[in-house]
């Protein structure tokens, strides 16, 4: 077996906390945390009370599965790249409604800068951990 780089533990680390951050904003929305909730652009609120099913499902697979990879990225396994790829699907899912459909598609002006850029952060990153999960593959280091 491959011996382990110190980038690995490093970039899995990383991106499990990165992803926890999701799963907490996850957890929070979907538990109607009235603090949390309080602290969200009425816009977004608004966007997820009117959101599909279709959206739900596909919040949850990118959310839950990037967490999901980065423990198996961990743990060394070769389907960490799967999971980063499926929670790119899910997130592109969601992003169809979120930007596109929701509000007439006007939810990243009513966001603010800071959340459009965090919203080019999060697909950015997923797909260079999926990048990186492969390459890892592809090196033996992931099995």
Not at 51 to 79: E, I, N
Not at 116 to 128: D, E, M, Y
Request: proline share 3%; net charge positive.
């Amino acid at each position: 077996m491959t011996k382990t780089p110190i980038h690995l533990w490093i970039v899995g680390i990383v991106s499990l906390f990165w992803n926890a951050g999701g799963a907490m904003d996850y957890v929070m929305t979907r538990m109607n945390s009235a603090d949390y909730l309080a602290a969200q652009p009425e816009a977004r609120l608004m966007m997820l009370e009117q959101a599909p099913l279709w959206f739900g499902v596909t919040w949850a697979v990118g959310v839950w599965l990037s967490v999901v990879g980065s423990l198996l990225l961990l743990l060394r396994s070769r389907f960490a790249s799967t999971a980063f790829g499926l929670s790119l699907l899910g997130l592109i899912g969601s992003s169809i409604y979120t930007y596109g459909i929701a509000d007439g598609g006007n939810m990243t002006a009513a966001a603010g800068m800071g959340a459009v850029i965090f919203s080019i952060a999060i697909p950015v990153i997923l797909i260079a951990l999926w990048l990186y999960a492969r390459a890892m593959t592809r090196k033996g280091v992931l099995r």
